[in-house]
């Protein structure tokens, strides 16, 4: 019989989930591999949308596909378990399990003869003390539940005080970062809070405020002067304050302070930025890591250079684009791409065949701005208003893993053209 090589993927996010479905794609033809999924979760999640599930526009589940009911064959495994470390030198992975039987967890040997790193990204958080005290993060489907609870919790509370400037404190959002993240949400929030939110609680919409707070000196830095003036123009008709060259330097439990002053709210969402996911890794030559970002440097292949049979892709590689001479950025449709090519080198290196380099030519910027508006930038075509929103959903939809998300996505969004948004919290 022939050996098949042993494929450990690690992450269910972008890069790992497309790398999964790739692999499954080829091995179709050679049949040559045996792929193992481990993730903390044992769903994928589309994260790009969860400033939607944190401000009533769409309910977990919508964002949420079950990794066991993705396509599997005979030779695929899933594990649903955190990864401790990494060791290359005896080819196995340590991963962290619940063990339900006996309700406590165990460490699991999984050998490999290939392995892919795509564990994604954690909170930035640039050495400003009270950000993982005090500030709620936007990175995952709990984090959402948490943001929308904490928004109409404020609501609640402020609705028996007495005192005005209390109010305002507790009606007052600041949101930490000015790139597409904060952008989204700090949009989407003044939408909802001072559409469905205020009609609920007409007294309060007098009092709340939504703040975005920028370092720099333009919003969503990554993309052209066009996105930021517009963007800054939208965000204002939606009532959100914008502070650009405001650098937050502590969060506090009642404030904010800022390198010019403070503002006294107890409502912090940090998105100021993001690092690569660590990982206790083992073996005989160092892995070289960027070091703002954490990311692991790979080569055209995404391979770590000294080690042949080690993928990194998503979040957590490091390579530069041939024609920005900057490095590709930690986005979800770079790590779409990534998956995709790391599925084909993968198969090409078994066989001895040519390897195919990453390259992408970004198509495009799009971005959302609450109900019915959006940006979007599209070979050089700029787009704004109903397209642009038509457009950023239209794209997500097909981007979208399983047909049960993207019925219940689209029909959710589908139906807050017609009525109001969801305004109860999460267990």
């Given at each position: 019989m022939k050996t098949k090589k042993k494929v450990v993927i690690l992450g269910g996010g972008f890069a790992g989930i497309y790398t999964y479905l790739n692999l499954l794609k080829h091995d179709i033809k050679?049949?040559?591999?045996?792929?193992?999924?481990?993730?903390?979760n044992d769903y994928f999640g589309f994260i790009v949308l969860a400033h939607e599930v944190a401000t009533g526009g769409l309910l977990p589940s919508d964002m949420m596909q079950s990794i066991n009911t993705l396509p599997k064959d005979k030779d695929t495994k899933f594990i649903q378990g955190e990864v401790k470390k990494v060791d290359i030198k005896q080819k196995v992975v340590l991963v962290e399990r619940e063990n339900y039987s006996v309700s406590e967890k165990q460490i699991m040997e999984v050998p490999f003869d290939y392995i892919v790193m795509a564990l994604g990204s954690d909170t930035q958080t640039y050495g400003v003390e009270g950000v993982n005290e005090y500030a709620l993060t936007l990175k995952d489907i709990q984090d959402a539940k948490k943001i929308k609870n904490r928004i109409l919790e404020s609501f609640e509370s402020a609705l028996y005080v007495i005192?005005?400037?209390?109010k305002r404190e507790l009606l007052t959002f600041v949101i930490v970062g000015g790139g597409p993240t904060g952008v989204e949400l700090s949009a989407e929030m003044a939408d909802y809070i001072f559409d469905e939110i205020s009609d609920a609680y007409p007294s309060l919409a007098p009092f709340a405020e939504v703040i975005?707070?920028?370092?720099?000196?333009?919003?969503?830095?990554?993309?052209?002067?066009?996105?930021?003036?517009?963007?800054?123009?939208?965000?204002?008709?939606?009532?959100?304050?914008?502070?650009?060259?405001?650098?937050?330097?502590?969060?506090k439990k009642d404030r904010v302070v800022l390198n010019d002053g403070e503002m006294k709210t107890a409502n912090v969402f940090w998105s100021a930025g993001v690092k690569a996911r660590?990982?206790?890794?083992?073996?005989?030559?160092?892995?070289?890591?960027?070091?703002?970002?954490?990311?692991?440097?790979?080569?055209?292949?995404?391979?770590?250079?000294?080690?042949?049979?080690?993928?990194?892709?998503?979040?957590?590689?490091?390579?530069?684009?041939?024609?920005?001479?900057?490095?590709?950025?930690?986005?979800?449709?770079?790590a779409v791409r990534q998956g995709v090519i790391v599925a084909k080198n993968i198969i090409a290196h078994i066989h001895g065949r040519k390897k195919q380099e990453f390259f992408w030519k970004d198509s495009g910027f799009i971005i959302s701005l609450g109900r019915g508006g959006a940006l979007a930038e599209v070979y050089?075509?700029?787009?704004?208003?109903?397209?642009?929103?038509?457009?950023?959903?239209?794209?997500?939809?097909?981007?979208?893993?399983?047909?049960?998300?993207?019925?219940?996505?689209?029909?959710?969004?589908?139906?807050?053209?017609?009525?109001?948004r969801d305004i109860t919290k999460f267990d």
């Open positions: 050679c049949d040559c591999v045996e792929v193992t999924l481990v993730n903390k005192d005005e400037d209390k975005l707070i920028q370092s720099g000196k333009r919003l969503l830095p990554q993309s052209n002067e066009w996105f930021h003036q517009k963007t800054v123009n939208i965000l204002k008709t939606l009532k959100v304050q914008v502070l650009l060259e405001k650098r937050v330097v502590e969060i660590d990982i206790d890794i083992v073996s005989d030559t160092p892995f070289l890591k960027d070091e703002k970002s954490g990311r692991i440097k790979v080569n055209d292949f995404l391979q770590v250079p000294t080690e042949t049979t080690v993928f990194v892709a998503g979040d957590q590689s490091w390579l530069i684009d041939k024609n920005t001479h900057q490095p590709y950025p930690m986005r979800a449709q770079f050089g075509l700029r787009l704004s208003g109903f397209i642009a929103w038509w457009l950023y959903r239209t794209a997500y939809l097909l981007k979208m893993v399983g047909i049960r998300s993207k019925l219940r996505t689209g029909f959710e969004w589908g139906i807050n053209l017609f009525l109001p």
